[in-house]
């Protein structure tokens, strides 16, 4: 992780949450969580776990809405996270 850079990012998908929901039900290999915390590719639909307690305007103003997911990349090979994450975004 040279220059910087973690490895978890943020990312919104179009459609909304019923988008979110089927991109979820689509993944192969990146398992859905409610937190990181394993060597394993994992993601996390904020609205529904770790920012639901938040006030929706201040979610807001953070950017947290229906179409925003969090990814941690993990040790698998990433030509198989991105294969993974394609297909995925390719169904919603």
């Known amino acids: 992780m040279r220059g910087g850079f ?3 990012i943020s990312f919104k998908v179009k459609g909304g949450q019923s ?3 089927k991109l979820l039900r689509s993944l192969k290999l990146i398992k859905p969580t409610p937190s990181f915390g394993g060597p394993e590719s994992l993601i996390t639909y904020p609205i529904v776990s770790a920012s639901s307690a938040i006030p929706e305007e201040h979610r807001e103003a953070l950017g947290i ?3 925003l997911l969090r990814l941690s990349v993990g040790l698998e090979d990433v030509e198989d996270i991105i294969n993974d994450l394609d ?3 390719q169904n919603t």
């Open 6 to 8: 973690g490895g978890i």
């Open 19 to 21: 988008s979110v929901e």
């Open 65 to 67: 809405d229906d179409s």
């Open 87 to 89: 297909n995925a975004l």
